[in-house]
Nanobody, 132 residues
Framework: QVQLVESGGGFVQPGGSLRLSCAGS????????IGWFRQVPGKEREAVACTSSSKWTTYYVDSVKGRFTISRDNAKNTVYLQRNNLKPEEPAVYYCAADPRDYNPACLYYTGPYYSYYFTSWGQGTQVTVSS
């Protein structure tokens, strides 16, 4: 099973930037879809972005388009979430998750109710706080 480790979280002021990292092991780089999710304590987990193994297509929820960028560094077996122009938000844990199955269109369903059927490998999460 793919193992994922998130890092890069912390405290940042509104308008600042933060880059989250998701380091993976167990499979060759770029072989699987990887999504970013966030969860505020007491609330449901919600999708943020996704990058697919098929041509490395990227997906973003409307609220982060133009501000967040998801990218891959296959040499380091790492996926990044560059977060710019950060808006105030509730403290949340950001998770990366992977669908280790090739040719499985997990990113097409990452915002829907069935995302857990596709993304079966999850990291431990990294805490992010955006506040003045």
């Amino acid at each position: 099973q793919v193992q994922l480790v998130e890092s890069g979280g912390g405290f940042v002021q509104p308008g600042g930037s933060l880059r989250l990292s998701c380091a993976g092991s167990g499979l060759d780089p770029g072989a699987y879809d990887i999504g970013w999710f966030r969860q505020v304590p007491g609330k449901e987990r919600e999708a943020v972005a996704c990058t697919s193994s098929s041509k490395w297509t990227t997906y973003y929820v409307d609220s982060v388009k133009g501000r967040f960028t998801i990218s891959r560094d296959n040499a380091k077996n790492t996926v990044y979430l560059q977060r710019n122009n950060l808006k105030p938000e509730e403290p949340a844990v950001y998770y990366c998750a992977a669908d280790p199955r090739d040719y499985n269109p997990a990113c097409l369903y990452y915002t829907g109710p069935y995302y857990s059927y596709y993304f079966t490998s999850w990291g431990q999460g990294t805490q992010v706080t955006v506040s003045s």
